[in-house]
């Protein structure tokens, strides 16, 4: 089973409906102590960053425990930015600081257009093309230069982690994986054939982490 | 780099998929769920459901034709007409919804334009503005003159100007239709976009007039729009 965590702002339905379509269990876990059953954890957000104040000391603490088992997590658009130490969108809300680096707007970067050199409007919303970085598992067969759907107004900072990059003005990073951890900041629930593949690449390390006998269950 | 969005619209009446000329004389165009089908495998980029009778459609029928939308596509989601309250958001980002779009509720409580971007973030907020080009005055453009309620009241507001406020306030996107060109095929009105796609800075989708694969390349030039909508051509073809 996959734990969707709910954190009152996110688009949980999409991801479900994702996740189901490509196999999987889900559930919504209501109180922190329920994690301990999962096989993999995903926090989505399509949300501003202030509601992850809601992922309290003891929803942390849970995670934590379960990463440290060896089961997988997934953050998507806030929910990577949250795997950051935090943001300039809510400065007062900790991130969960599992990646380096804060997340910042990138309207104050001044995106600009390179060829025309006219500003670049935020939110970035829609389909852009992603750089693969570095080989991840995460994005195992994603082809360099593949577009999926974003809708964000802050990002996260290029760091050793990042697999893959994309650029609007200026370069952030679109996936990050380190061992048991995965993030993006794209919508994979949103981003058709290309998204469905990301999100299988990711349910295969929940399913080897919960073991083959285990793993029909997931 | 960011690519330009076509965007399918589906109106929806009655759980049905309807489509008029200039707002008027709305026809059968099929059930909701297989158009999404259809346009999913098509490889549009979107999905925008408007609830042109939400005023008597229940929010219970609407959230039913939403989950039935959204179980067959895994794009975009965007879902407008009679979201009033943020009760009848939330209701609709439960349902699958990705982005909510406001036009007259906004226009009478600008305050939930705030409030949405608050609790779901600027990217699910979109404000719909419904215009229809006025005379030039001794001002270098004309007036374009924003109407609420599905085209049959006046705002008195210019939409250059609402589409600055809206911004202000939270708004992720303006979705801006010409109720001139609405269903004519006669291409989008590039001048109106480009005034106010210059006026914002978040993105703004074109909408009412699609007919030819030139008139999206228009809109995306001279109209400077981010994205462009279209209902009737995707419909019946």
Known sequence: MIALVDYGAGNLASVRKALNAIGANTWTPTVAGELGR???IIVPGVGHFDSTKALTDEWRTAIKTMVDDGVPLLGICVGLQWLFDG????????????????CFNLATSKPQNLKTSKPLKVPHVGWNSLAINRASRLMAGVKDGSQVYFTHSYAAPVIDDTAAICEYGVPFSAAVERDQVSAVQFHPEKSSDVGLHILSNWLNLSRRSSGGAKADAV | MLSKRIIACLDVRDGKVVKGVNFEGLRDAGDPAALARRYNVEGIDEVVILDVTATIESRQARAHTIAAVAAEIFLPLTVGGGIRTEEDAAAAIEAGADKV????AALSDP???????????????IVAIDAK???AGLQSRPRYEVFARSGQSVANRDAVEWAREATDRGAGEILLTSIDRDGTKAGFDCEMTAAVSDAVNIPVIASGGAGTFQ?????????HADAALAASIFHFN
């Open chain 1, 38 to 40: 999962a096989h993999g």
């Open chain 2, 111 to 125: 305050n939930l334009i705030t409030t949405l971007a608050k609790r779901y973030g600027s990217q699910a907020v």
């Open chain 2, 133 to 135: 080009t006025g005379r």
């Open chain 2, 215 to 223: 008139h999206f390349a228009d809109v995306f030039t001279t109209g």
């Open chain 1, 87 to 102: 943001s300039e969108e809510a400065p007062g809300a900790e991130g969960f600081s599992i990646f380096e680096g804060r």
């Open chain 2, 101 to 104: 779009s406001l036009n007259t």
